[in-house]
């Protein structure tokens, strides 16, 4: 019922587009002119557009009207992101020789990682209007800026989105897979404020910040904290000559955990270690705590897993439900009311040049979807 082909012929094409981060424009205008001529409403989320000012486009919302048995019934969000990481720019695609896989030429990602999940609604469309099944009104929703803080999915227009059960397709593995947790995710930034003095001719008039900075990490709780926890510095900038006593370092590391109060007490212990470190030296910090995600944990009595779940059973299919500590746009659908969970879209090696669609799981995971939309109630 997939035609395999199509649907790879069209993957071809989409991952062709450039769209790194923030450059999601072309795209975003393929979408828009693919589904006007196919007759649907097609809209550009003007609240992404507003929130998100330096992307060159918004999020893109298709609205494909119920039909049959399920006209009335509430919508469905099919989702997936419109970006890729770098490099991602003019992607040379090709099938392997066995037929298994599609690949890069090396010098690039391949663009899976979300080309993959885009593909896989378009065809999911096409075939539902091939055999004219009944299915409940659609959301396709494409976003902007995943990869670079889910900032398309935190900042969807709610009155134009008004589905609150959605399937984002970019997940990997094969089809019964699905992640159903994600974490809180803390970003820290700050700089430690010293004192400059002359290096050989008066060190003890100064506060060397770099060497408070390395009190502080060298008493911090860091990388995997707990099972549920992580924690990483990313970027320690001091940069002067030597005969300088450094006054000013700057940070910048990040907390993760798939439990709220874990996350809480860990960014604690980190502002507190690092304050304890400015304060035995006599040294200033000042420092930034934000949070970039919200930790989710779907229940198992939700409709939306219990459907999936019933639909795993039906075509044999083993639930694997998963909770990780990446971000997914599930967070931010999650974020703004929606139930959602992620389900594979078909690649591996995801942000690597050795990414790679498989052929055989992406066919299967877009099976997969079809049956999530047309198998209702059942
Ligand atoms: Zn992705």
């Known amino acids: 019922?997939?035609?395999?082909?199509?649907?790879?012929?069209?993957?071809?094409?989409?991952?062709?587009?450039?769209?790194?981060?923030?450059?999601?424009?072309?795209?975003?205008?393929?979408?828009?002119?693919?589904?006007?001529?196919?007759?649907?409403?097609?809209?550009?989320?003007?609240?992404?557009?507003?929130?998100?000012?330096?992307?060159?486009?918004?999020?893109?919302?298709?609205?494909?009207?119920?039909?049959?048995?399920?006209?009335?019934?509430?919508?469905?969000?099919?989702?997936?992101?419109?970006?890729?990481?770098?490099?991602?720019?003019?992607?040379?695609?090709?099938?392997?020789?066995?037929?298994?896989?599609?690949?890069?030429?090396?010098?690039?990602?391949?663009?899976?990682?979300?080309?993959?999940?885009?593909?896989?609604?378009?065809?999911?469309?096409?075939?539902?209007?091939?055999?004219?099944?009944?299915?409940?009104?659609?959301?396709?929703?494409?976003?902007?800026?995943?990869?670079?803080g889910i900032l398309g999915a935190f900042n969807i227009d709610t009155n134009l989105v008004t589905g609150k059960t959605a399937y984002v397709l970019d997940g990997g593995g094969g089809p019964g897979t699905a992640i159903i947790g994600g974490p809180d995710f803390y970003d820290i930034t700050g700089r430690i404020i010293g004192r400059a003095s002359h290096a050989g001719a008066a060190p003890d008039k100064g506060i060397s910040s770099i060497q408070v900075m390395s009190d502080a990490i060298s008493k911090m709780r860091l990388l995997k904290v707990d099972e549920d926890t992580t924690t990483n510095i990313g970027r320690v900038i001091c940069d002067y000559p030597t005969n300088v006593v450094p006054e000013v370092t700057t940070f910048e590391m990040e907390v993760r955990s798939l439990v709220p109060e874990k996350a809480q007490a860990q960014v604690k212990h980190v502002v507190d270690t690092l304050q304890a470190s400015a304060d035995s030296f006599g040294a200033k910090l000042e420092i930034e705590v934000g949070q970039s995600l919200h930790a989710y944990h779907l229940d198992d009595s939700l409709a939306i897993i219990q459907n999936y779940k019933a639909m795993c059973e039906r075509h044999n299919l083993t639930y694997n439900g998963m909770v990780v500590r990446g971000g997914t746009d599930v967070s931010g659908l999650t974020f703004n009311g929606i139930n959602a969970i992620c389900l594979a879209a078909g690649g591996e090696f995801a942000h690597e040049l050795k990414e790679r669609l498989i052929i055989d799981e992406f066919v299967a995971n877009t099976q997969q979807v079809l049956w999530l939309v047309t198998e209702i109630d059942a």
Not at 106 to 113: E, H, K, V, Y
Request: charged share 25%; proline share 5%.
């Open 1 to 148: 019922m997939i035609n395999k082909d199509r649907a790879i012929k069209m993957f071809c094409e989409l991952v062709q587009i450039d769209s790194v981060s923030l450059n999601e424009k072309g795209v975003a205008s393929f979408l828009k002119s693919y589904f006007t001529n196919l007759g649907y409403e097609v809209y550009e989320d003007q609240v992404s557009v507003q929130k998100v000012p330096q992307a060159n486009s918004g999020n893109i919302v298709v609205k494909i009207p119920g039909t049959g048995a399920y006209v009335n019934h509430d919508p469905i969000i099919l989702e997936a992101h419109m970006d890729t990481v770098e490099p991602g720019n003019g992607v040379k695609p090709s099938v392997t020789e066995d037929g298994k896989y599609v690949v890069s030429d090396g010098t690039t990602i391949l663009g899976a990682d979300d080309k993959a999940g885009i593909a896989q609604i378009i065809e999911v469309e096409a075939v539902l209007r091939e055999h004219d099944f009944s299915h409940p009104p659609l959301e396709l929703l494409f976003t902007i800026s995943e990869e670079i």
